[in-house]
């Protein structure tokens, strides 16, 4: 099954719902990073859960979460668009754990219970929109149901999961946001919590072979939902030689020389994607002849 998210409607318009299956999309960030098992976990749901934020937004917008607390994973940073691209990476990818008391991986070790996560989106303004709260429990799927209650004032639920196989690889990762629209009655409201309360793990879900579709059936019931758009996603990062050659441009021609004179050669490696660029010392002299200074 490709990976794909659903942007959708419930209960007449009062609730909007996002359901995503991201095993392909965490598997391919897992396989460019080598993520241990803990470490995928947490990589992978804040990516889906970014994938899913980068589906509310339009155009050419898109958005960075960063997960900031005091485990030994480090930083765990996920960029998204509107067009269902995501990639992301965190420091330390080598961090894995045993299973917590509840059989699952341990994230929020992983995580720390202590720190921020902060929402940058770029929507194309002067300023970027920027949105920052505590870690509540270093999960992720509550630390942003806390953003979205908090930073946008949308009460909300976010489920995310990842589950991993004996060799590593991605058994099967994905998600749901679903969140109230102002103007919802108590009674939606309740209905909704009492659904949400007894749903399954998002990921026995997803490996059971239930699609986006059928996620939001299992929350919503089949009269009630409407879906409105389906988008494709996928690990894309946005890096290339050519930028890596702007950017060793920009460094200016004793650098360049530098370069040459020590190296022979230089090498990049992408944060976002673990790819790695060579320049020649041929290709470095090229672009000493057209910098600046
Ligand atoms: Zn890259």
């Known amino acids: 099954m490709k990976d794909y998210l659903l942007k959708a409607t419930a209960y007449d318009g009062k609730v909007r719902a996002y359901a995503i299956s991201s095993t392909n999309t965490v598997e391919e960030a897992r396989r460019r990073h080598d993520t241990w098992a803990t470490a995928s976990a947490a990589l992978g749901r804040t990516m889906t859960i970014s994938a899913m934020m980068g589906a509310m937004l339009k155009g050419d917008n898109s958005l960075t979460a960063k997960v900031e607390g005091n485990g030994p994973i480090g930083a765990i940073i996920a960029d998204s668009d509107a067009t269902g691209d995501v990639r992301g990476y965190v420091t330390n990818p080598h961090v894995d754990f045993d299973l917590n008391e509840k059989g699952k991986l341990d994230v929020a070790r992983a995580v720390g219970t202590e720190g921020n996560l902060s929402v940058v989106k770029d929507l194309g303004l002067k300023e970027n929109f920027t949105g920052q709260v505590p870690i509540v429990s270093g999960e992720i799927g509550e630390d942003f149901t806390y953003y979205f209650a908090n930073s946008e004032q949308t009460p909300s639920a976010v489920g995310a999961g990842v589950l991993v196989n004996p060799d590593l690889s991605i058994l099967a990762s994905g998600g749901f946001i ?21 749903f399954p793990a998002i990921s026995t879900l997803i490996r059971e072979g239930n699609s986006p579709e059928q996620i939001l059936e299992r929350l919503f019931g089949t009269d009630d939902v409407t879906i409105h758009g389906r988008l494709p996603v996928r690990f894309q990062c946005r890096c290339s030689k050519e930028r890596v050659e702007r950017a060793v441009l920009g460094m200016g021609r004793d650098e360049i020389q530098n370069m040459i004179d020590e190296d022979h050669g230089a090498e990049a490696t992408c944060h976002f994607c673990h790819e790695v660029y060579y320049l020649s010392e041929q290709e470095l002299e090229t672009l000493k002849q057209s910098a600046d200074h």
């Open 178 to 198: 679903v969140q109230v629209m102002p103007g919802a009655d108590e009674k939606v409201i309740n209905r909704l919590e009492e659904k949400i309360q007894g």
